[in-house]
């Protein structure tokens, strides 16, 4: 006997959205999340006595409306800062410019350091609003089914239209996509910007959660998908999502239990899925499953070995999520500055040789002494994270790799911090003397924290290929070959980021 209709593994912010969304169409839906905290990633913690960060990551400008109107979380306490967040983009040599929403203001910051940049990136704006309807269609809608043994009418139809997409972006703009999306995205920026440390920080994002440095294949892909997918902040950061999140499951009467993991997946004589086994024994019925843990998870640790097929246990096992980022959580006794601001999100990078020669120990299971920077500083806005007058730093460390060598020892992470601290203090010096707590954590540590396979922050690394038939051909559209199994989680179309939009298109399929 089923007792719920689906049950959804992971309690992160897709396993809440596709929970809620299964459950207002009148489905019975339990969630079962490991931890003893819901929100996954997005989780707000306490790293220090009396400080917190509102979660381990920074940036929700990602956020899709599309899934916010369905679940109507403005209800729910779901506010929206009016525009994307300004971001510092620093200078070694003490400058800064000021990346704001506003692409005039953005461009008069530019003009102080070269006229010619202050043009481009009013061009490279424009580019961006161009191409971004044809990434918003990309980003909302399931992956077209491009299984050619079996197309229908309706799969041509909707690739025919994401073809009329890009041919009315106009013969210039779609000849010029065509040209740089496959480009690095050094030669990209090199081609438009002449101030190296504007076009450092430009480019961070692109390499965000990725194997490889400015000067890797495809790597402008990467951040053509986040110009275009940015848009306002929450506010209140991602606990404040997660909140209304889980509200909006439970008005809709979804089942929640924390502090339950699952150690199997069930399947019956069929082979379909028949419920999950929690750890301690525990069994529970449903028809459905949908997990939100990573693929790699889900298939290589959730079966028995040779329980499902080779060839999907193979190309599971083949999916790239090599981690490449840290995050370092420091208590200061003071406010805090960055070459000279108070600014609530920065970024260091310096030059493309830079960020390159970070890079390249990662290849070598090798740490840099010179890790770049990704800087909220979550107590300009939110004070209440620590005691009065006092900081909480929050920083992504990039390009540090999951599998280091000499192992993630306590030394070794004493020196990460060490290197952190180092770089910090060229914007900030004085710094490292008003630290009062700090927190380190490794890809290893994600592992085994959320539940991260290799550490990898996006459930598997964006590269073309993976981006394109996520996280594999045989899954792409969120149905696996093992019948009544579901993906709605990062490792699924359009990917890793504070989007919702695994967890709500994962339900549009279940739901047909
Ligand atoms: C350090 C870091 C920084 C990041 N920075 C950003 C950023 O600035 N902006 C951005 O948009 N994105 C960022 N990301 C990526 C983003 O946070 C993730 O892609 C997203 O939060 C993943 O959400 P999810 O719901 O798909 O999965 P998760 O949040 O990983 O949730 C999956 C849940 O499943 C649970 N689980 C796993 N196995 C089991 C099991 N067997 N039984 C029960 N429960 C289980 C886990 O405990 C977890 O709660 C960052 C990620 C990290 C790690």
Redesign the pocket.
Known sequence: MSQYDIIV?????????TAAILAKKGKKVLV????DV??????GEEFHPGYSTT????????VRTEAIKKLQLENHGLEFENARADVMLLSKDGKSINIQSDVDSTATAIKEFSEKDAGAYREYQAFIKKVGKVFDNLMDNPPPDIDVEHLTMASLVVLAKKGMLLKGLGNKTMMELLKVAPMCVADFLNEKFETDFLKAGLAAPAL??SYAGPWSAYSTINLLLWECASKSNVKGG?QALVDALQKAAEQAGVEIRTG????KILLDNEGAVSGVR?KGGEEIHAKKVAA???PK?TFL??FDDFEIEYELDYWIDKIRSRGT???VNLAINKSVQLNGKTVEYARTGNSFDEMEKAFDPVKYREVTGAPFL?IHIPTVSNPSLAPEGHSVVSI?VHQIPYDFEAGWSADAKKQLGDDVLKELEIYSPGISSAVVGMEI?TPAD?EER???TE?H???GEHFVDQLVTRPIPSCARYTTPVSGLYL????SHP?????CM??YLGASMILK
């Open positions: 593994i992971g309690g992160g912010h897709n396993g809440l959205t079962v999340e490991k931890r819901l929100g996954g990633i997005a989780a979660g381990l990551l920074h940036d929700t400008s990602g965000y959660g991602p339950a993991e699952v150690e929690l939100s843990c990573t998870e640790n959730l980022t840290a995050k990704d992504l954590l994600f959320y539940t991260l550490g922050i996006f459930h709605c989680g990062s490792g990917g890793g980021g504070i989007t695994p967890g």
